[in-house]
């Protein structure tokens, strides 16, 4: 079982920044693509950005790309989003998710990830 807790979440001003963080258990980059998905009220959870097994391909939702960074850190164990630029439309609960891989591809369905933090949310004022 792969444990995965969010953090980082709150309300932010249009135009402002957050830091999400994601912490997995120990060797998970080394077998998982994380990634991090959003799921506003009454729509479908969407993806926003993967990072794969050993970091070396990462993937972004047109909607965040330019904005928002996703990154690792093995040492840590962490898996981070840093958003910039924050738009009302950003507003979501936030999930990071792993898959386990056996290359370096970035999954882009979320049926294809097995593991799930519990979100955190993210508000965004006008």
């Known amino acids: 079982q792969v444990q995965l807790a969010e953090s980082g979440g709150g309300l932010v001003q249009a135009a402002g920044s957050l830091r999400l963080s994601c912490a997995a258990p120990?060797?998970?980059?080394?077998?998982?693509?994380l990634g991090w998905f959003r799921q506003a009220p009454g729509k479908e959870r969407e993806l926003v950005a993967i990072i794969s097994r050993g970091g070396f391909n990462i993937y972004y939702a047109d909607s965040v790309k330019g904005r928002f960074a996703i990154s690792g850190d093995n040492a840590k164990n962490t898996v981070y989003l840093q958003m910039n630029s924050l738009k009302p439309e950003d507003t979501a609960v936030y999930y990071c998710a792993g898959a386990e891989t056996y290359d370096g591809t970035t999954p882009r369905r979320s049926g294809d990830y097995d593991y799930w933090g519990q979100g955190t949310q993210v508000t965004v004022s006008s």
């Open positions: 120990e060797r998970t980059f080394s077998s998982f693509a």
